[in-house]
């Protein structure tokens, strides 16, 4: 049995499980409270939020808890999850996200301390505010989309143009197969971790292939049923093109700016908001009016129009 504070009671552990034990009024006797990790709290939380959440919404609750959260979080009791802690776990995310990804993993990580304050496990704990969006760039320019293809070849440069060329989500390009791949591309399936789901937006849509992407295609040698491996999964992706990033000097957004950047580059060359929502699957107009970013060369050169006879 090993004293955790003054103040605070003392914990032993039986097997793999932590108790906590608190004092009761006859001498010599304690309540014991099995006290979870927070992995644990997250595999629980899960479960039982998996009932009432759509199967994509699950995945992507798991894949952010477990790539961005637990590696930090896990192996601490719920108890030393403070604000402090969870403070830092934002810090250290803003160092590498944009503010609205932080907040959306963070959200889950909360929304699973809450659920805990819920069963009773957790007395309480007090939340950290989200970020606020900053006017980073959410899209790639040009040149620098031109340069990430540069700098790669094989799979991850056929990666690069699924998302950048087609405006494919990462979990689309995962999901592709040979069999959905000619002239155009099917966009029927998303992967979310092992699990192969319906599209964000709930139904599939056929996107025309540029010819350099046609072209890489053509040149890869295929490893199976998937056109991009199971060996590079999102993780070993994003790592690469963090660092291909830093090794160009470009700042870095995260690859999906690369599907804004899509967007942008379709609407700088005159096609319509209709069009561009069909070819990303938006259900909505409304949405796509998020991916479509303005230069400041191209703000010039629309006033200038006003110039002219």
């Known amino acids: 049995m090993a004293a955790r504070g003054d103040d605070e009671p003392q914990v032993i552990r039986i097997g793999g499980t932590l108790y906590r034990l608190e004092p009761v009024d006859r001498p010599g006797l304690a309540h014991c409270t099995p006290i979870a990790t927070f992995a644990r709290l997250v595999d629980q939380y899960l479960t039982a939020s998996a009932v009432r959440t759509k199967p994509s919404t699950a995945a992507k609750k798991r894949e952010a808890l477990t790539l961005h959260v637990l590696p930090v979080l896990g192996s601490l009791l719920i108890t030393e999850v403070t604000r402090v802690r969870l403070v830092e776990l934002q810090t250290a995310l803003a160092a590498k996200m944009s503010a609205r990804s932080v907040n959306n993993v963070m959200a889950h990580a909360q929304a699973a301390l809450a659920w805990a304050v819920d069963m009773g496990m957790l007395e309480g704990f007090r939340p950290v505010r989200g ?28 990666l690069l143009l699924l998302l950048g060329d087609a405006g494919l989500r990462i979990g689309e390009a995962a999901a592709l197969r040979w069999e959905c791949v000619g002239t155009r591309l099917c966009i029927c399936a998303t992967r979310y971790g092992s699990q192969r789901l319906t599209p964000k937006g709930g139904r599939r849509r056929m996107v025309p292939v540029t010819k350099r992407l046609a072209q890489a295609l053509r040149e890869l040698a295929p490893e199976g049923a998937l056109v991009v491996p199971r060996k590079l999964d999102s993780a070993a992706f994003m790592r690469r093109f963090e660092v291909t990033c830093a ?19 379709l609407q700088r060359r005159g096609v319509g908001t209709a069009t ?6 938006h259900r909505s107009v409304a949405v796509t009016d998020r991916y479509l970013h303005s230069e400041a060369a191209g703000l010039a050169e629309a006033v200038a129009l006003l110039d002219k006879p």
């Open 131 to 158: 970020l606020r969006a900053g006017d980073t760039a959410r899209a790639y320019r040009r040149d620098h989309y031109e340069a990430l293809l540069r700098a790669t070849e094989g799979w991850p440069h056929v």
């Open 247 to 265: 090794r160009l000097d470009i700042p870095r957004v995260n690859a999906h700016a690369l599907r804004h950047s899509y967007a942008s580059e």
């Open 276 to 281: 561009i929502r069909d070819l990303l699957g």
